[in-house]
C-alpha cells in the first residue's frame, strides 16, 4: 500500500500543492533567455517643447456692456392729442422722418391769425413808405415843414419794428404748425413706443425712444487695484457674444473719475464704430494692453508642476530630464512667462512633466508645436 493513504485529506492536498511548485520552478529554471520579450523603454515617455523668447503683452480683462452712443427720447414739442402713430417699437425710422402726428387745428388757426396781422401791418408799412416819399418832395417844395416830414419818417419806423414783429410771430406760428408732426431727430430704431392714438401729450413728454447704433460707446469696469495703470488711450480689444468671431479695436476715451459706490468698480468708455451687428445693451469682454514685457521666456502651461522647492520645470538634455527652479509671471494662450530660472531656447518637458524627477531619463517621443506668441491685446492676465 502507498504510503500516501495513510495521510488526512489536509496534509495530502497541501503535499500536492508542493510538489506542483517545485515542477513549476525546475521548468522555468529549464528554460533559457532568448530575448523574446520586450525590452522595458529607456526612460519615462514625454513630450516637449522648446522655451520661447517674445515680446508678451501685459492685459487687463473686463466684462462690460454696449450703450448707444446716440439713445434719445423724443418729445412733444408742443402739447396736443395724437390723432397718428406712424411707427411701433421695433420701426427703423431715418432722421426728419415723421412718426405721429398731433392735432393741428388750433396751430392752423394760430398761423391764419398772424398770417393775417402780418398782412394788415405790412399794408400799413407800405402805405406809411409811400407817404413819406411825397413829404420829401413837399419839403423841397416848401408846402410842408420839415416837422410833418420827421413825423412821417418816425411813424414809418414804427411800422417797421411792428411788421418785422408779426412776421417773426408768423415765423413762429409756422413752426408751431410744423411741430404737431412728431419727427425722429437722428436715424436709427425705435426702441418704445409710449403714446398711443387719443392719447394727450403735454409739451416735454417722451413719445418715443431712439436707438441709434452707428456709434456705441463699451462701458468695463476694472477693479480699483489696477487704477494706477489704467489711462485714456491705451488700446482696447473688445468682444461680443452677439457677433463671434469678430473683434474690434479702439482706445480708452476716458476713464470717469469717481470708483463706483456700489462695486468699487473704476469705469472705462470706449467708443466704437459698430461694425453692423453688434447690438446696444449687450454684454461686451475688453481686454486692455496696459504694457509690454520684452525677452520675455514662456514655456506650456503643462511645463510648470509642483515640487516642495517650488515651481519647476524639467529641461531635457541628453536623454535626462533636470529640474530648474523658476519664478512665473503672467499667462498667454497656453504659455506661462518664465520671469527667472530659464535663460530660453531650453528643451522642456510637457506632457508627462509632473511624472518626473531630477536626473531621471527620459524618451522624447514628439515635440509639442510650440504656439506663436499672441498679439499684442490677446493676453490674459
Known amino acids: 500500500m502507498n504510503s500516501t493513504t495513510h495521510l488526512k485529506p489536509a496534509a495530502r492536498i497541501a503535499l500536492a500543492a508542493t510538489i506542483a511548485v517545485l515542477a513549476v520552478s525546475f ?3 529549464g528554460k533559457k533567455d532568448d530575448g523574446s520579450q520586450a525590452k522595458k523603454p529607456a526612460g519615462a515617455i514625454i513630450t516637449a517643447a522648446k522655451a520661447e523668447t517674445s515680446t508678451l503683452a501685459v492685459t487687463e480683462q473686463s466684462v462690460g456692456w454696449f450703450e448707444s452712443k446716440t439713445a434719445p427720447y ?12 406712424l411707427v411701433d417699437a421695433g420701426s427703423t425710422v431715418k432722421a426728419g422722418q415723421v412718426m405721429a402726428q398731433l392735432e393741428e387745428d388750433d396751430a ?9 396781422e402780418a398782412s394788415r401791418v405790412s399794408a400799413l408799412h407800405d402805405n406809411q413808405k409811400r407817404l413819406v416819399e411825397r413829404y420829401k418832395k413837399l419839403v423841397e417844395e416848401d408846402f410842408i415843414s420839415q416837422v410833418q416830414l420827421d413825423g412821417a419818417e418816425s411813424q414809418l419806423s414804427a411800422l417797421a419794428d411792428q411788421l418785422e414783429a408779426a412776421m417773426a410771430q408768423l415765423s413762429l406760428a409756422g413752426r408751431r404748425l410744423e411741430k404737431t408732426k412728431i419727427t425722429a431727430p ?11 392714438v387719443g392719447s394727450y401729450v403735454d409739451q416735454g413728454k417722451p413719445v418715443f425712444m431712439l436707438s441709434s447704433g452707428k456709434k456705441l460707446l463699451a462701458f468695463l469696469p476694472f477693479p480699483e487695484s489696477v487704477s494706477n495703470r489704467l489711462k485714456a488711450g491705451l488700446k482696447v480689444t473688445l468682444t461680443s457674444p452677439t457677433s463671434p468671431g469678430e473683434y474690434i479695436e479702439g482706445v480708452i476715451n476716458e476713464m470717469r473719475p469717481m470708483v463706483g459706490a456700489s462695486n468699487r468698480a473704476l469705469m472705462a468708455v470706449v467708443e466704437v464704430d459698430n461694425p453692423g451687428g453688434w447690438k446696444p445693451g449687450s454684454s461686451v469682454n475688453g481686454e486692455v494692453v496696459t504694457s509690454q514685457i520684452e525677452n520675455a521666456v514662456t514655456v506650456p502651461e503643462e511645463s510648470v508642476v509642483r515640487r516642495p522647492a517650488g515651481d519647476v520645470v524639467y529641461a531635457i538634455a541628453n536623454g535626462v530630464a533636470v529640474q530648474k527652479v523658476v519664478t512665473t509671471g503672467r499667462k498667454t494662450g497656453g504659455r506661462v512667462q518664465i520671469a527667472s530660472g530659464l535663460a530660453g531656447g531650453e528643451t522642456v518637458a510637457v506632457d508627462g512633466a509632473s511624472y518626473l524627477t531630477d536626473k531621471a531619463p527620459v524618451s522624447v517621443q514628439g515635440a509639442n508645436a510650440a504656439p506663436k506668441p499672441a498679439a499684442a491685446g490677446s493676453v490674459a492676465k
Open 27 to 29: 521548468a522555468g529554471c
Open 74 to 85: 423724443v418729445a412733444a414739442e408742443v402739447g396736443g392729442r395724437v390723432t397718428r402713430v
Open 108 to 116: 392752423a388757426l394760430t398761423q391764419k391769425t398772424a398770417a393775417a
Open 186 to 196: 437722428v436715424s436709427g430704431q425705435v426702441e418704445q413706443r409710449l403714446v398711443s
